[in-house]
């Protein structure tokens, strides 16, 4: 089993931008698909976007044109740059890696607050 460790998250006004990182260490990213998702405060966990092996993006219609998800297999590393934020942004980022016949793995996630 792998392991994943997010970071790159903070306070950033609202307009303003992020980096999100997921580390891989244990299992190679470039395997299965690999997601952000999020979590606020009294809501459930959704998908913010996905990449999948043969490198093809999905975003939820929310982030669509302000998020894009990337990765580096060199760096065994996920991203997830993040412009125009909102408040409505603010959450618990974390990342996923799902392989066919195996658990999948979760980060710990990474604290992302947006001020207005």
């Known amino acids: 089993q792998g392991k994943l460790v997010e970071s790159g998250g903070g306070l950033v006004q609202a307009g303003g931008s992020l980096r999100l990182s997921c580390a891989a260490s244990?299992?190679?990213?470039?395997?299965?698909?690999m997601s952000w998702h999020r979590q606020a405060p009294g809501k459930q966990r959704e998908l913010v976007a996905s990449?999948?092996?043969?490198?093809?993006?999905t975003y939820a219609e929310s982030v669509k044109v302000r998020f894009t998800i990337s990765r580096d297999n060199a760096k065994n590393t996920m991203y997830l740059q993040m412009n125009g934020l909102k408040p409505e942004d603010t959450a618990v980022y974390y990342c996923?890696?799902?392989?066919?016949?195996?658990?999948?793995?979760w980060g710990q996630g990474t604290q992302v607050t947006v001020s207005s």
């Open positions: 996923r890696q799902l392989r066919p016949g195996r658990t999948d793995t």
């Open positions: 244990g299992t190679l990213i470039s395997l299965g698909t």
């Open positions: 990449i999948t092996s043969g490198g093809y993006t």
